[in-house]
């Protein structure tokens, strides 16, 4: 016979499935072979990619291209992010790019004819988004024209307002430190480590706790060694790029130093938190799976339907407006191009190849900075090799219907094995 455990709560769980690393490990390969992959694609493709170009040209793991792959997948990354939101509806959002164009002519224009403050601009860009979000959502939401159409709509009818915000294609250059600052400068080195410290001990904290909390429900609780495990690994790879990136990466560092994380850095990070948390330990965050799960049966349950998706609608824009913010810092102007080409499709590319579901209803925020990653170092690592874009789009665009094809395959394998 197998031995029992008491659990608090007078649940019972059997010796077998006591919290242990072999069991935690064998559960989690259960899962993986039922369907349930999560973002392990995307680590593995990414773990592939830095070791194939690193090999290629050794120059791609120098600590200023290490430096510049965060800042080349800053803005890319930040409007994915809002596009998880969007995409877990099963909606698509086709004018993000473009949207994230109109924020930065907004902040650009605001900065330079209106000569007002910076944060005064930078709030004006992020409540054109919220404008943009509510206007796309609404008509979603309540007026029933489908996603594709309206935001369609909206691609091409935000490249005309970028047009006349910047008066048909003047260039406008930014010359507010602060605002080139977020996509240009760097934190001091001890900042950078003591950034690092909180995240370290913030992710413990977290798992800690939620050990605790399942652990006195009587659920299965992560083992403490399973924990130790992960934050070692966070402490690991964590505190070698903050190393890499406090290394001196100017060429003429008498004339100038080049030290430091990004400051792009934090603030993706601090956003990762933020609707991580609004995801996970909202009302709004299980509102929205819900929904993108089964509308209807959400409905029937008494869930709002319609003012969640013009939230996430409004998420999205915001987002987009963050991400135009950050390409206007790393470029230093807004043009008729800012927001356009390829940025949409990086985008969303980021966040399925991340591991958001384009069906609806599974997806976290993580997912769109894995994805940017992804996305950042086939351009990055393309453009170290000499290949033109019509190679870097072939790449990407394959990578793209991969992991839209890993996604289809798990959910059909999750539908066979009864987990969805």
Known sequence: MSKVKELPGEAIVTAAQAPSVRNSLAAYVQRVRGGDMGSLPAVL???????????????????????????????VTLIAMGLVFVLLLGEIDLSAGFASGVCAAVLAVTLTSAGLPWYVCMLAAVLTGVLIGTTLGTLVAKVGIPSFVVTLAGFLAFQGLVLVLVDEGTNI???????????????????????????????????????????????????????????????????????????????????????????????????????????????????????????????????????????????????AAVGGIVAASRASSVDPNTGGSSVLLYAVGAAVIGGTSLFGGKGRVLDAVLGGAVVAVIENGMGLMGYGASVKYLVTGSVLLLAAGVDALARKRAAATGLR
């Open 173 to 319: 250059s930014i010359r507010d430190d602060v605002v080139i600052a977020i996509a240009n400068r760097n934190l001091a080195p001890w900042l950078g480590w003591a950034l690092y410290a909180v995240c370290v001990a913030v992710f413990a904290a977290v798992q800690l706790r939620r050990a605790h909390n399942r652990a006195g429900r009587g659920l299965a609780a992560d083992p403490l060694s399973l924990i130790a495990f992960r934050v070692g690994a966070l402490a690991l790879v964590a505190g070698a790029a903050v190393f890499v990136l406090n290394l001196e990466r100017s060429r003429n560092p008498a004339l100038v130093s080049l030290t430091g994380v990004p400051i792009v850095v934090p603030v993706i990070l601090a956003l990762l938190v933020v609707w991580t948390v609004v995801l996970r330990r909202t009302a709004f965050g299980r509102h929205l799976y819900a929904v993108g799960g089964n509308a209807e049966a959400a409905r029937r349950a008494g869930i709002p339907v319609d003012r969640i998706k013009i939230m996430a609608f409004v998420i999205c824009s915001s987002m």
């Open 45 to 75: 493709g990414l773990g592939v990619l830095c070791t194939v170009f690193a090999v290629a040209r050794p120059s791609f793991v120098t600590a200023i291209n290490f430096a510049n792959l965060f800042t080349q997948g800053a803005a």
